[in-house]
C-alpha cells in the first residue's frame, strides 16, 4: 500500500497559517498542508471569495480549514489575525509567509513615493509584522516552522520596471537566514524562490511574449505551476525536513543556478 501524505510528511494535526492562500501558490501550499493533514487559516486581503472557496473545498475533502481578512501591509491587522489564531488554536506550528505583489512595473525614477511604499508594505512590512505577531505562538507549537516566499528575481535584480519588488524579494532571502539563527532551536525558518510560475501575479505583470520568452530560457522549456511550489513547501514544513533551517528552495527549472 502507498504511504498517505498525512504518514509520509507527519504534519497530521498541526496548525498553518498561509498567508494570500486564497490564489496561486499560497492557494496550492494551503491545499497540499491539508492534504497532508494540517488544519489550516487561509489568510487573504482583497480575495475573500477564492479563500472561502479554497477553505470550503478543504472542507468538502475531509480536511479542516477556516479563513481570516487582514491587511498585514499594517501591523494592527497583523496582530488581529494572530490574536484570532491564539484565540482558536492557542499555538502555531506552520507560517507561511506568501503575500506579496510587484503592485506594477516602472522604472525606479519614476516612481512616485506611493509605489514605493505600497512595494515595501505588501511584500516586507506583511512578512515583518506576520512573523512578529505568530512568533509567540510559534514558540508554543511542537516542530515550528517559518516558511517565506522570495523569488528568483531577488538572484537577477529584476529589472523590465521590477527593480524595486526583486530587491524586497532579496531583503527576504536576507531575512530567512537571520532568523534561521535568531529563532533556532525553537522555530525552523527556510524559504522558497519560484521563478516563473503560472499564476495570477504572470498574468497580470507580463505579457504572453514576455511568458514565452522566459520559458525558452528555461532550460526545463516551460513555465513551472503552483503545484510544484507547493510540493517543496510541504516537504520544507515537514520532520523530514527537521535538519534544515535557513535555506531557500530554488523553484525555477534551471533559469537561475546558485
Not at 50 to 61: H, Q
Not at 95 to 117: C, F, P, S, Y
Request: hydrophobic share 45%; with cysteine.
Amino acid at each position: 500500500m502507498l504511504p498517505t501524505l498525512q504518514s509520509l510528511f507527519g504534519i497530521s494535526g498541526k496548525r498553518a497559517v498561509v498567508t494570500g492562500g486564497g490564489k496561486g501558490i499560497g492557494r496550492a501550499i494551503a491545499e497540499a498542508l491539508a492534504a497532508a493533514g494540517a488544519e489550516v487559516l487561509v489568510h487573504y486581503h482583497r480575495s475573500k471569495d477564492a479563500a472561502e472557496a479554497v477553505a470550503a473545498g478543504i472542507v468538502a475533502s475531509g480536511g479542516s480549514a477556516c479563513t481570516f481578512g487582514a491587511d498585514l501591509t499594517q501591523s494592527a491587522e497583523a496582530d488581529a489575525l494572530f490574536k484570532h489564531v491564539a484565540e482558536r488554536w492557542g499555538a502555531l506550528n506552520i507560517l507561511v509567509n506568501n503575500t506579496g505583489d510587484l503592485v506594477k512595473r516602472a522604472r525606479i525614477d519614476t516612481l512616485d513615493d506611493a509605489t514605493i511604499e505600497a512595494i515595501l508594505r505588501v511584500n516586507v512590512h506583511s512578512t515583518l509584522y506576520s512573523i512578529r505577531a505568530a512568533s509567540p505562538l510559534l514558540k508554543k507549537g511542537k516542530d515550528a516552522c517559518i516558511l517565506n516566499l522570495s523569488s528568483v528575481a531577488a538572484h537577477h535584480g529584476g529589472g523590465n520596471g521590477a527593480v524595486l519588488y526583486a530587491s524586497t524579494k532579496g531583503l527576504i532571502l536576507t531575512l530567512t537566514r537571520g532568523l534561521s539563527k535568531e529563532f533556532a532551536p525553537d522555530i525552523r525558518v527556510n524559504g522558497l524562490a519560484p521563478g516563473v510560475i503560472m499564476t495570477d501575479f504572470h498574468r497580470t505583470h507580463s505579457t504572453p511574449a514576455t511568458l514565452e520568452a522566459m520559458s525558452n530560457a528555461t532550460p526545463l522549456k516551460r513555465i513551472g505551476t503552483a503545484e510544484e511550489c507547493a510540493a517543496a513547501a510541504l516537504f520544507l514544513c515537514s520532520p523530514g525536513a527537521s535538519f534544515i533551517t535557513g535555506e531557500t528552495i530554488e523553484i525555477n527549472g534551471g533559469l537561475w543556478l546558485a
